[in-house]
């Protein structure tokens, strides 16, 4: 299963990406999480202590890989070994990298970084298998067009207010654009109204589940432990099964 997560910031994409990988490799799949996001919190949220080199860093690296004879760029350079190289391992042995930030620069941009950056997203997306977290932004463009086609289900994550549902019309459109077909939401930070329940309404996909408000999340946040190890996991439990059912 290929999941990208993606939401406007604040809205808990990190804090769900950490809690469904931990839930995924505790039923015994093999779970690769990347941090797309230029937040890049992943990893602490995954538990682990030491200090990521985000892969767009790598300067030297990207050069010699990317940027071939006379200056001329690779569109498909080799990144399998940095993959190998460049991940580590948490106490569930999830496998987490952090990519770095992707210029924005659309079709157009062939930074040597940026064709790297994706030359990794797509080795991830095409070779890994079971599970496959991408924490995403909002802006999902980076993406592009070839690897998209790769990623199984896109979770948009909302918290049920107007502004999050304009950013889930956003999230549609570039999903369309670049053309990724199953599209599922989970609203988290639910607190029971009408105003909510009417907001939710209007969400035309398949909703996966609502995770309450819980200032658990926050504490887990401040004191830098992991969400899993102290929170209430049973929204995510059901949100896992129907993740399993929609990518069957
Ligand atoms: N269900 C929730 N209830 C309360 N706070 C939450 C919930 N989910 C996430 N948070 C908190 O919201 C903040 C942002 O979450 P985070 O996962 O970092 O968002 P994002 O990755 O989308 O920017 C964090 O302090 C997190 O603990
Ligand atoms: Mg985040």
Do not use: Q
């Not at 498909?76 to 930030?101: H, M, Q």
């Not at 592009?144 to 086609?149: D, E, F, L, V």
């Not at 009417?198 to 969400?227: Q, T």
């Amino acid at each position: 299963m290929k999941l990208a997560i993606s939401g406007k910031g604040g809205v808990g994409k990190t804090t769900l990406s950490a809690i469904l990988a931990h839930l995924f490799a505790k039923d015994g799949y093999k779970v690769t999480a990347i941090d797309c996001d230029t937040a890049m919190n992943l990893p602490s949220a995954l538990g682990i202590k030491t200090k990521l080199k985000p892969l767009s860093e790598l300067k030297d690296l990207i050069e010699e890989r990317v940027v071939g004879p006379l200056g001329t760029y690779k569109l498909n350079p080799k990144v399998d070994d940095i993959f190998e190289a460049y991940s580590v391992y948490n106490e569930d042995g999830v496998r987490v990298l952090v990519l770095g930030t992707i210029e924005k620069g659309g079709e157009g941009c062939f930074c040597p970084e940026n064709a790297f950056l994706r030359a990794i997203l797509r080795h991830a997306i095409f070779r890994e298998k079971d599970v496959l977290i991408l924490d995403m932004e909002a802006g999902i463009e980076h993406l592009g067009r070839g690897t998209a086609k790769g990623v199984d289900l896109l979770i948009a994550v909302v918290e049920p207010g107007s502004r999050a549902l304009e950013t889930l019309g956003r999230i549609e459109e570039l999903a369309k654009d670049i053309g990724i077909e199953k599209i599922a939401v989970i609203v988290n930070k639910f607190i029971e109204s009408e105003e909510a329940k009417r907001l939710i309404e209007r969400i035309k996909h398949p909703i996966l589940g609502k995770v309450p408000f819980n200032e658990c999340f926050i504490k887990a946040d401040i004191s830098n432990i992991p969400p899993y190890r102290i929170c209430d996991l049973e929204p995510f439990k059901k949100i896992k099964a129907e993740i399993e059912r929609l990518c069957r």
